[in-house]
């Protein structure tokens, strides 16, 4: 008998039809609930998923190339270096940058290095007392050349391990500053596409020509689409000072954003451009600061001696970066995020159910006449009452 029992349940739980049936309750509480839910979800619909996300667009990634153009002369004339004037070719290094490029600032020189062995600079490794405290062969990496096993004097107060290297050693103590730099313009001419929808742009807009390249110069307000910038205004707007960042050097971000809507009605696709300083800058731990590398240039003596002059080169190296995305419509995209936002519709019934059997006055009245069960064991007049709702009811009741 018992296991008759589970039959007869698992049969009617596995078979038993189930129809909706719909309660017309005048109830301005609920109805209210179930309208305010409705409108959440089309205003998400309509302006989150349509106006903010365009979520009816196909979209694609930008693919640029970049190549700049620096002019501009400066003179120095220090203590410590003679009397020079510096053009392109003196302070653009490397000439050609892959989206970037370095302007020397500042500089260290330490001219006619030759190789030979010199006393190395005092420091806590390399200060001795006599040939036992250097070790011949010894190479430090943090050092400036490969030690020869003797003691000698630096100077009358001191005396360090001597090493085979380009002598004399550089010192850091002799800065030319190129402040003139801060009027140096760059020229940055970028070409973009979009290769999904077939769309190419410059930076460079058509109706410029040459005339207007030669006096038009870059200006968020009066001239936000010239591609002539003063480096003196890049670094003003990145919120830093030309001439305090020139010392030490660092490294600044161009950002140019080619984010467009290529729908007809959505207007021109035009670069925006946008500067920042990229390289750390720690107002308390502030170790190794700014940007800095060395080179050399090589001379030849009347004798053949190879000599050569140490140019440890600090300055602001600007990275070019493009990015962007570009929309447009397609009916695919549309339907699919569109029907996937609308299936939100379906949990309106599910907040309003909640309400009506949770916080209404009436819940218990509600929840009896929600759900209706037949059996076969009815009367007639009950079947004959029950059968014409079977897949609609409406009971109307009074809140």
């Known amino acids: 008998i018992k296991s008759a029992g589970c039959c007869k349940r698992f049969l009617h739980y596995a078979f038993d039809y189930e129809t909706p049936k719909t309660l017309v309750i005048p109830s301005l509480g609920v109805g209210f609930v179930f309208r305010f839910t409705q409108f959440l979800v089309v205003m998400y619909v309509v302006g989150y998923v349509c106006v903010v996300q365009k979520a009816y667009q196909d979209t694609d ?21 003679e009397p020079r004037f510096w053009d392109v070719a003196d302070y653009i290094i490397p000439p050609q940058g892959d989206h970037s490029f370095f302007v020397l ?10 190789q030979s062995r010199c006393p190395e600079l005092p420091s806590p ?11 011949e062969g010894h190479s430090d990496p943090r050092g400036n050349g490969i030690q020869t096993g003797l003691c000698e004097n630096y100077s009358t107060t001191a005396r360090t391990c001597e090493v085979l290297s380009w002598c004399p050693l550089e010192i850091d103590t002799k800065h030319a500053l190129l402040a003139a730099a801060e009027n140096f313009t760059v020229l940055i001419k970028n070409s973009i596409t979009y290769p999904k929808f077939n769309f190419h742009r410059r930076n460079i807009l058509p ?4 005339s207007y390249l030669k006096r038009c110069e870059f200006s968020r307000l009066t001239d936000p689409h010239c591609p002539i910038f003063r480096l003196k205004d890049i670094v003003s707007e990145a919120g830093e000072d030309f001439q305090d960042m020139a010392v030490k050097g660092g490294i600044l971000g161009i950002l140019i954003d080619w984010s467009c809507d290529l729908d007809w009605w959505a207007g021109e696709c035009l670069p925006k451009y946008s500067f920042r300083r990229l390289d750390n800058k720690h107002p308390v731990n502030n170790v190794a600061p700014g940007y800095n590398f060395r080179f050399a240039k090589y001379y030849k003596t009347a004798d053949g001696e190879e000599t050569r002059t140490l140019i440890k080169a600090y300055g602001i190296r600007f990275d070019v970066i493009v990015f962007g995305t570009a929309g447009r419509f397609s009916i695919v995209p549309t339907i699919v995020n569109l029907g996937a936002a609308l299936s939100f519709l379906s949990l309106v019934p599910v907040v309003a159910d909640w309400f009506l ?17 037949l059996t076969e ?8 009452d029950f059968s014409p709702s079977l897949s609609l009811m409406n009971l109307i009741s009074t809140d």
């Open 377 to 384: 064991d009815a009367d007639s007049a009950s079947v004959r």
């Open 105 to 114: 600032t500042n500089m260290v020189v330490t001219p006619k290095q030759v």
């Open 125 to 135: 490794s390399t200060i001795c007392v006599d040939d036992c405290n250097c070790v």
């Open 207 to 210: 109706h410029v020509n040459s």
């Open 357 to 373: 059997v949770t916080c209404s006055r009436k819940r218990d009245l509600y929840s009896r006449h929600k759900t209706t069960h």
């Open 61 to 81: 990634t930008v693919i640029s190339t970049v190549t700049t153009k620096v002019k501009g002369f400066a003179f120095t004339n220090t203590s410590d270096t």
